[in-house]
């Protein structure tokens, strides 16, 4: 099992950048393929970006194609997820996901999660 803690999120004005951090501890972060989702008020919680274990491999929901990056950093078990051009639409909790298999889309495949952090975007 892999701990993990989001930190990064708040409250931007629409068009707005804020950048998602999720610190690992506990195995080998480089073993895990990693993921965001996030949960909005009164909706069921979504995919949002995944990355491979080394970081060659990223997918992204078109919601937020060309906005969102994933990334990582294995040697500071991290994974981050900068957001530009932010909208109200993105306000929700995000999570990060661990999976020891491979990229997925599916909250399913993932095993351990974080608590969220919350992330606001005002019109």
């Known amino acids: 099992q892999v701990q993990l803690v989001e930190s990064g999120g708040g409250l931007v004005q629409a068009g707005g950048s804020l950048r998602l951090s999720c610190a690992a501890s506990?195995?080998?972060?480089?073993?895990?393929?990693m993921a965001w989702f996030r949960q909005a008020p009164g909706k069921e919680r979504e995919f949002v970006s995944t990355?491979?274990?080394?970081?060659?491999?990223?997918v992204y929901a078109d919601s937020v194609k060309g906005r969102f990056t994933i990334s990582r950093d294995n040697a500071k078990s991290t994974v981050y997820l900068q957001m530009n051009s932010l909208k109200p639409e993105d306000t929700a909790i995000y999570y990060c996901?661990?999976?020891?298999?491979?990229?997925?889309?599916?909250?399913?495949?993932?095993?351990?999660w974080g608590q969220g952090t919350q992330v606001t975007v005002s019109s």
């Open positions: 990355i491979s274990r080394y970081g060659a491999s990223t």
């Open positions: 506990g195995r080998t972060f480089s073993n895990y393929a």
């Open positions: 996901a661990a999976n020891t298999g491979y990229t997925s889309t599916s909250q399913a495949s993932y095993d351990d």
